[in-house]
């Protein structure tokens, strides 16, 4: 197999080569957020499958490609589609392009995501400030030989999501009359959404949303000494809590009607980090 450190390379010099200029911001968009990518100027557009050591993606509403240039004046590289634990990658896979970006010098991370709301004030289209995360059903991605290039063995996570940026993306949300919330994430493994009983176990430790990404990528990221804004579009309310099933159909239908609210609330607050 490959060396990881092999892997991560080939991958930065193959993206750097393409987009012959230097990415300051990466955002990861979530399940029908793909949107924001159209608002890349001057976009340079590369597939996954033409990058070495990336796989495709597998989920429906996931374009499965980078798309580079400029947002509010900043130079981005927007990942239209993400890599998931529960499609079958292992944490290394998961978090390769969090690596990759490192290697290209991008010091932000701007990542989103499709959440179940378990916090009162969440209902299908809050917005979520994410202001931490409870990464207990997490496999650790930092497990395994420390790649000493990127960061510590011993990473502190005290702030995981950094408070000068959730402080931005409030003044964009007031400035543009959009409604936010704030609150904890809580990663599950997937690909079966929770049973009422795991979320009202992880309420109690301290969740308010509920999903199937972001924490491995915000974990590698910190280790990387990426500053971080999270951000949980609320799709609906999670297991237990609505008299309903939930389905991937709910979830991407109710991202369609808020994608409006998040591109804004994203793109306006790129300028301010
Ligand atoms: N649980 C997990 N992941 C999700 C949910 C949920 O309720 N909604 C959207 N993604």
Redesign the pocket.
């Known amino acids: 197999m490959e060396n990881i450190i092999d892997v991560i390379n080939n991958a930065a010099e193959y993206i750097a080569d393409s987009i012959k200029f230097t990415p300051e911001i990466a955002i990861i968009l979530?399940?029908g957020l793909g949107p924001l990518a159209d608002e890349v100027q001057s976009p340079v557009v590369i597939k996954y499958s033409d990058i070495p050591g990336f796989h495709a993606s597998t989920v429906k509403g996931h374009a499965g490609e980078l798309v580079c240039g400029m947002i509010s004046d900043k130079k981005v590289i927007v990942m239209s589609g993400r890599f998931h634990y529960y499609e079958g990658h292992d944490m290394d896979a998961v978090t390769l392009p969090i690596r990759v970006f490192a290697k290209l010098g991008i010091k932000k991370l701007i990542v989103t995501?499709?959440?179940?709301?378990i916090k009162s004030s969440l209902n299908p289209g809050s917005i979520m400030l994410i202001t931490d995360h409870l990464s207990y059903m997490c496999p650790s991605p930092l497990r395994g030989p420390n790649l000493d290039e990127f960061g510590p063995r011993f990473k502190d996570m005290t702030e995981v999501y950094t408070k000068e940026y959730i402080e931005a993306a409030r003044m964009t949300a007031k400035e543009h009359n959009i409604p936010v919330d704030e609150g904890v994430y809580c990663f599950?493994r997937?690909p079966q959404?929770?049973t009422p009983a795991e979320?009202r176990g992880i309420a109690i430790l301290g969740a308010d949303?509920?999903?199937?990404?972001t924490v491995p990528e915000a974990i590698v990221a910190r280790h990387c000494g990426m500053k971080i804004l999270g951000i949980s579009l609320?799709?609906?309310?999670?297991?237990g809590l609505s008299p309903t099933e939930?389905s991937?159909s709910e979830?991407t239908a109710i991202a369609k009607k808020a994608e409006l609210n998040m591109v804004t609330l994203v793109k306006n607050t790129i300028s301010r980090l």
């Open positions: 979530g399940s995501n499709a959440a179940g709301g599950f997937g959404y929770e979320i949303a509920a999903g199937m990404s609320i799709t609906n309310k999670a297991a939930l991937h979830v």
